[in-house]
């Protein structure tokens, strides 16, 4: 019998998942993997689009509520947060 996660690992799974989409969505060829042990900030070396963020928001609400069963307003509240610590810079932001 296969041993079951905890709550801990989903969510390190989930970030390792998160993250590898947002740089699959912006068209980046980086993967976690890539990134884990930086230091610096390597968030801003990479950009996406609004239209891309977007995206990538909608498929982490989906996920955030298949995988913990939120409901739709915490997973955006969390997606929000993940966006927040992790998201990348936009590129056609207007000022």
Known sequence: MAKRLSRE????????????KMF?????????EDI???????????TMSTAQNDEWNEWGVTEIRKRFRYN???????????NLMWGLKFNDWEK
């Open 24 to 32: 699959e969505i912006a068209g980046h060829d980086v993967t976690y």
């Open 36 to 46: 884990k042990d930086r230091k610096d900030d390597w968030y801003t070396q990479w």
């Open 72 to 82: 739709k307003k915490w997973a955006e509240k969390e997606m929000g947060w993940i």
């Open 9 to 20: 690992e989903k969510k390190d799974i989930f970030v390792k998942d998160v993250i590898n």
